[in-house]
């Protein structure tokens, strides 16, 4: 066990949970601008922009990680068919059902099996790509 | 405006962030969910698997501890018919992993330190989202 990941974990769980982002319905309610549109998500979306943007100004000021060897390097500036058909593909999947991957993961809790359903075919699709592909990767 | 909820959707992100900002300052790794969860299953990890283990054996106990304590966190019907579900889950799942990365890891992570990949993947994904969900309510 890490305790730094269980509690960055413990923390991201408590976000999803009571921003709403855990229910698929409450994302449509966003992405879904035919009906009673939700703001919510893009608030969330807002509020937790603020906190990274300051972590990357914490994190120019510091050598090394604490717990960790060394810090991310500059971002890559690939763009490619790879990252925006990819990205496509995301969202074509996320406007369908409205699950994200860590919320997703986190709804299993609830015990509804469309959640199952869901983290089943998504783990799946992750495997596939990830054993087609030892190529270097860009970014996290 | 239908279940506009401001002040759930500031804190849950601020704690989200909060999470992915404690293992980048921490640690020095970009806590994307869906690049934790596909190094977690990926046959090429190597000895990297405990701190994302950890990380989501957080996320799920408290998100577990939301299901006791608050079960209407959680929605308790299926976003959909569960075969678009499936194809949902697969398209998340192969989507995340060519772009490398998803709402949080792109979305959080990547845009708040303005990396051009990042800005485009997150710009295709709502684009496409938004898109997808839009027309789908028009035909459910």
Same mark, same amino acid.
């Given at each position: 066990?890490?305790?730094?990941?269980? @509690?960055?974990?413990?923390?991201?769980?408590?976000?999803?949970?009571?921003?709403?982002?855990?229910?698929?319905?409450?994302?449509?309610?966003?992405?879904?601008?035919?009906?009673?549109?939700?703001?919510?998500?893009?608030?969330?979306?807002?509020?937790?922009?603020?906190?990274?943007?300051?972590?990357?100004?914490?994190?120019?000021? @510091?050598?090394?990680?604490?717990?960790?060897?060394?810090?991310?390097?500059?971002?890559?500036?690939?763009?490619?068919?790879?990252?925006?058909?990819?990205?496509?593909?995301?969202?074509?999947?996320?406007?369908?059902?409205?699950?994200?991957?860590?919320?997703?993961?986190?709804?299993?809790?609830?015990?509804?099996?469309?959640?199952?359903?869901?983290?089943?075919?998504?783990?799946?699709?992750?495997?596939?790509?990830?054993?087609?592909?030892?190529?270097?990767?860009?970014?996290? | 405006?239908?279940?506009?909820?401001?002040?759930?959707?500031?804190?849950? *992100?601020?704690?989200?962030?909060?999470?992915?900002?404690?293992?980048?300052?921490?640690?020095?790794?970009?806590?994307?969910?869906?690049?934790?969860?596909?190094?977690?299953?990926?046959?090429?990890?190597?000895?990297?698997?405990?701190?994302?283990?950890?990380?989501?054996? *957080?996320?799920?106990?408290?998100?577990?501890?939301?299901?006791?304590?608050?079960?209407?966190?959680?929605?308790?019907?299926?976003?959909?018919?569960?075969?678009?579900?499936?194809?949902?889950?697969?398209?998340?799942?192969?989507?995340?992993?060519?772009?490398? *990365?998803?709402?949080?890891?792109?979305?959080?992570?990547?845009?708040?330190?303005?990396?051009?990949?990042?800005?485009?993947?997150?710009?295709?994904?709502?684009?496409?989202?938004?898109?997808?969900?839009?027309?789908?309510?028009?035909?459910?």
């Amino acid at each position: 066990m890490n305790p730094l990941a269980l @509690l960055g974990g413990a923390l991201f769980g408590a976000g999803v949970c009571i921003s709403g982002m855990v229910r698929p319905s409450k994302v449509l309610g966003f992405l879904d601008f035919g009906g009673a549109w939700d703001a919510t998500l893009l608030v969330v979306m807002a509020s937790a922009l603020v906190v990274t943007v300051v972590a990357w100004r914490v994190v120019a000021r @510091l050598r090394a990680p604490r717990f960790g060897t060394a810090f991310p390097p500059p971002p890559s500036p690939l763009v490619d068919a790879r990252l925006i058909g990819g990205a496509a593909l995301f969202g074509l999947g996320w406007g369908l059902s409205g699950y994200c991957p860590g919320p997703a993961l986190v709804a299993l809790v609830a015990g509804v099996p469309a959640t199952f359903v869901f983290v089943a075919a998504m783990l799946a699709g992750m495997f596939v790509i990830e054993r087609g592909d030892r190529s270097n990767r860009p970014d996290a | 405006m239908h279940d506009f909820t401001p002040v759930h959707a500031i804190a849950g *992100g601020i704690l989200i962030a909060l999470g992915l900002a404690i293992i980048l300052i921490g640690s020095g790794r970009i806590a994307g969910l869906s690049g934790i969860t596909a190094g977690l299953i990926s046959p090429f990890t190597g000895g990297d698997r405990s701190w994302r283990a950890s990380f989501l054996a *957080g996320a799920l106990v408290v998100g577990a501890i939301f299901e006791l304590a608050a079960p209407s966190t959680y929605d308790v019907a299926a976003p959909h018919r569960l075969w678009v579900v499936a194809l949902s889950g697969v398209l998340v799942g192969v989507g995340t992993r060519l772009a490398n *990365g998803c709402t949080s890891g792109h979305g959080l992570c990547g845009m708040a330190r303005l990396s051009k990949r990042s800005i485009i993947a997150t710009m295709t994904f709502f684009a496409v989202g938004v898109a997808t969900a839009t027309l789908a309510g028009r035909f459910a």
